[in-house]
């Protein structure tokens, strides 16, 4: 069965340039890079506790369990029209949150995700690519939970058959 396509997908904050795994396992011959893309990180904290939350919350539910050596990151992305992130992964999942415009996002097998303004996605960091396909620029603010000190972002290459 196919996993859902919100747990596929991932935003992209470009601007935080990203070290690479030391095994050179990445090729940057065939990383896709970012254009139109502005990167501000906002804050980064040490997560020291670990935490086992499972809340009712009006008519949903919220279910989070942490363990281990973990970073907070929260970076504010600005896309110009035109603009992507070009293709990659995250070191954790995420929560996009688009404060202006409208954010496309690329899965893995190439099918597009709308996320408009005043709208947010929880997403698990797998490979994936943003992009401003509108007139004006796309704000968006992105929370990560990774590694304690790893890179958010890991450039990849584009996947088979994707040449968007």
Do not use: Y
Request: glycine letters at 12%.
């Amino acid at each position: 069965m196919r996993k859902s396509f919100r747990a596929r997908l991932v935003v992209v904050p470009a601007g935080v340039i990203l070290a690479l795994s030391a095994a050179g396992a990445w090729n940057s011959a065939l990383a896709t890079a970012p254009t139109g893309e502005t990167a501000t990180p906002l804050a980064r904290g040490a997560i020291d506790a670990s935490a086992n939350i499972n809340r009712k919350v009006g008519d949903g539910s919220v279910r989070l369990k942490t363990d281990g050596d973990l970073d907070a990151l929260t970076v504010e992305i600005t896309l110009a029209p035109g603009g992507t992130g070009g293709w990659h992964s995250h070191s954790g999942p995420l929560i996009t949150i688009v404060k202006q415009g409208s954010l496309t996002l690329l899965d893995d097998s190439c099918v597009p995700l709308e996320i408009g303004a005043g709208h947010a996605a929880i997403l698990s960091g797998s490979m994936a690519k943003d992009e401003n396909r509108g007139t004006t620029p796309v704000t968006f603010d992105v929370t990560f939970l990774i590694p304690r000190g790893a890179p958010p972002r890991i450039d990849e290459p584009a996947p088979a058959g994707c040449t968007d």
